[in-house]
Each structure stands twice: as structure tokens, then as C-alpha cells.
């Protein structure tokens, strides 16, 4: 996540699992060659059942947010119904049309048709996949997602994955860094960010 109007910082990273879906991005903000922020949150809680994470232009990013969760509740309240993944993909995709923004996004949940991710451009471009990393970091978390990513795997199973694609990241590309967050999203347990600790020790064990 870049403070210029750049997508040149940031890795983040979507799986879909069987169970559900996993995010996980690094917390750096850079501007320009600077290390402006170290804490960078970079996902974000759009509904119970539904996350999304950022790579971009700060401001840019998080106004987008804002515009996704307030019309995601809104939905809500209209309809009396969360509203389903695809859906909101396509709510985003619209907002991005209208007017574009410097931002790579991973919007993502699950729903009664099953867990899905979206990956979707600043113009508003969006592609269904089963595993997609955005970001200056993604072609080494690709590395990792490439070789260790399977359709089969649990959300347990993929969070390990994942920490392992933004480590890779965070190892070699000078955007990416200053620690890590993870979150899930399952039908039992909803939108759920792991503790840091439970996230330091997992980063610890996968040594």
C-alpha cells in the first residue's frame, strides 16, 4: 500500500478453501522509497460473512471501503438479508466504474452457494478466482501459492499457506513488511482476525 497515487506497494493474498476463504497481507505503507506507516491495516471487515483487502493508494483504499460497508448494510437493512459475495463483487465493480480509484482489492466471503473471492481492478475489472495475491509482492507469493495452494484444502490448512506466500513477500520485496495479518471467514464463525500472537507463533512454526 502505497501513499502516492502508486500500485507499487502492498502483498496481499485470497484462498478460497473448502470451508471458507483466507486472507493475509503484510502491514507496510510506503511513500515513495519511505517507510511511512508500519501498521498498515490492510483488511477489512465488509459484513459478517464477507472481507476484503487492499493494495494502492491509502486514501483511495479506504474511502472504498467505507462506500463497500455502507452499502453492504444498507442492503441489509432494505432487504432484511445479508447481501451474497457475488453481489457485492458486483457492487464494487460498479462503484469502480463510476468512479476509479487507485486500489487493487480481494473482496471474498462465503454464502449460501459456498465460499468465493474477487479479485477486482481500479477501473473496476473483476475475475472470480480460487487463488489470487495482488500487490509489488505478488510474484513471489505466487512462488509459494503456485506450489502449495490445492482446491482441497481446509481454512487451517490454508492460513499456513497463505502466512507462507506473504513471508515469501515480505523476504524479497522492499514494499512488503513490518509483520502480518491474517483473517478468516467461515459459515460457523463468520469474518474472524487472528490474535497476532496466534500469528507470530504460527509464522514461527513454519520456519
Keep these: 500500500m502505497n501513499d502516492k497515487n502508486q500500485l507499487i506497494g502492498t502483498t496481499t493474498v485470497g484462498l478460497t478453501c473448502k470451508d471458507g476463504v483466507v486472507f493475509a497481507t503484510e502491514r507496510r505503507a510506503t511513500m515513495g522509497n519511505l517507510v511511512a506507516h508500519k501498521v498498515a491495516e490492510k483488511i477489512f471487515r465488509i459484513d459478517d460473512h ?3 483487502t487492499i493494495a494502492g493508494s491509502v486514501s483511495h483504499a479506504q474511502v472504498l471501503m467505507k462506500y463497500i460497508s455502507a452499502e ?5 437493512l ?3 438479508a445479508r447481501i451474497s459475495v457475488d453481489s457485492a463483487a458486483t457492487l ?7 468512479n476509479p480509484l487507485y486500489v487493487q482489492t480481494l473482496l471474498g466471503g462465503v454464502d449460501a452457494k459456498g465460499p468465493a ?3 477486482l481492478d481500479p477501473a473496476g475489472g473483476v475475475v472470480k478466482d480460487m487463488v489470487v495475491s495482488t500487490g509489488s509482492g505478488s510474484p513471489f507469493a505466487y512462488g509459494v501459492l503456485e506450489d502449495r495452494y490445492s482446491e482441497d484444502l481446509y481454512v487451517e490448512e490454508g492460513v499456513d499457506v497463505a502466512i507462507k506466500a506473504i513471508k515469501s513477500a515480505i523476504e524479497r520485496d522492499t514494499y512488503s513488511g513490518n509483520g502480518m495479518l491474517v483473517a478468516t471467514i467461515t459459515e460457523e464463525e463468520g469474518f474472524k482476525m487472528l490474535p497476532p500472537e496466534e500469528v ?3 509464522i514461527k512454526e513454519l520456519n
Design 92 to 98: 464494487t465493480s460498479n462503484i469502480l466504474h463510476s
Design 72 to 76: 453492504v448494510a444498507l442492503y441489509r
Design 78 to 80: 432494505r432487504n432484511g
Design 200 to 202: 507470530e507463533k504460527k
Design 50 to 52: 464477507i472481507g476484503a
Design 117 to 119: 473471492i474477487y479479485s
